[in-house]
């Protein structure tokens, strides 16, 4: 379906957020021969580049080369004086973001995208329709897509604002930058982002303590999975504090609730990681009639909203708060756009903690299958029978869980605790997603040895 701003069509596609939704799809519209318009109020790339993914991970391979060395007598290499240097680890996190993102600049300009540095509005065009007003003028497009992206949530916990206006609490965005770590760091909430950050900083030489309000850390992540990550990470060093909710934060510490009690915890800085918002706000949604809500824009499989010619991808959308979600959120859009048949399957989309062990997981988990009353059978195997996890995981205990429809014998879902798993996942995916049955696996040939081929090793 298409728009008219009312002044003549100036763009075919006009994008408001370069995020990894909104660049992705500006470049395969553009690829594609579409007349686009990427427009970006802050930086290129978003938060994943800017404030999240890449910066973590930048931050999260220094501490397990640091953590390696410091276990090398484990491997018979012995180490002396190693140290971290968080200073240097920061200037290399900003070399890598500063790399990619002039990468992705050019990316674009040779792809032929217009980009606007400016904050979009949607707006109501002379002839009734949405148009979109940046940079001083109303811009028509034929079809508008909207990847905001996502905000830290600041939840209304007495003190936490003030607290976070002193510097004492900070979120993802500060945190990455600070000048040296806190000699004492709180996170609050046990998701993904509080578990990445604690891995990072309790590495950088913190002490570190996460409070988080469920029985289990980890979000959605399989709950026996959850428990070996919750292990690995306490014989690190991190303390947990679980079915704890924080009620209130003052200078210099964390209150929290658990078991009728209330109790304090001392810290020099506090981690905010209790979940993120759908950024919805001054995009004029209500103006130009697109539904949505606190938990985002409203949109189908075909990433479309109520609103004719209006699409809203990546977090946004609440649906999924991940890059790659984004990323196939754009392809489906701009599949749409292009007349061609797509929709997004929000089942089978891989999730990955970037904690040393990592987890990597896609499709139903125990937990989920049992909820849609599946009839489901879970195979469990050690990861100790990976020769290639033996050899480099002196100790580990990960474990790969596969979960199986009984009566079709389709895998349905699978579960790893194990370093290199985030590279496996998506294969897993592929497994899903072809309907693969248990009997269909040796005809497929895993590299020996291998993380990966514990897939095998499971089924057969
Ligand atoms: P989250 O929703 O994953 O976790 C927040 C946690 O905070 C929950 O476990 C919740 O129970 C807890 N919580 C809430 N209020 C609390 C309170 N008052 N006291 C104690 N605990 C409390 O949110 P998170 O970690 O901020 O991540 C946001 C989004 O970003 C997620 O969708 C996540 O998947 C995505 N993300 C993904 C990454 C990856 O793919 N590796 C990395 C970072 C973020």
Known sequence: MEIDGGGGINYDVIIIGAGPGGYSA???AAKNGLK??????????????????????????SAKIFDNAKNGAKYGVTVENIALDHGKVVKRKDKTVKILAAGLKSSLQNNGVNYLNDEARLVKGEAGNAGVLAGGEVLAAKHIIIASGSSAIMPPIEGAAEMYSAGMVLTNREILD???????????????VGLELASYFNSAGSVVTVIEMLPQIGGGLDGELAEILLKDLQKKGISFILNARVVRIAEGSVIYEQAGE??????????????????????????????????????????ETNAAGIYAIGDVNGRLMLAHAAYREADVCVNRILGIDDAVDYTNIPAVIYTNPETAAVGET?????????????VKVSMRYSGRYLAENEGGDGICKIILDRNSREIIGVHMIANYSSEIIYGAGILIRNKTKVGDIEKIVFPHPSVGEIIREALI
């Open 262 to 303: 209330t109790r304090e915890l001392c810290c020099e800085k506090a981690l905010m990681s209790v979940g993120r918002s759908a950024n919805v706000s001054g995009l004029g949604l209500a103006e130009a009639g697109v539904e949505f809500s606190s938990k985002g824009i409203v949109t189908n499989e075909f990433c």
């Open 26 to 28: 500006a470049l395969k």
């Open 36 to 61: 686009t318009l990427l427009i970006e109020k802050a930086k290129l790339g978003g938060v994943c580049l800017n404030e999240g993914c890449i910066p973590t991970k930048t931050l999260l391979y």
């Open 178 to 192: 600070i000048g040296e770590p806190p000699k004492s760091l709180a996170v609050i909430g046990g998701g993904v």
């Open 366 to 378: 125990e937990e989920s299958a049992k909820e849609k009353g599946c009839d489901y059978e879970a």
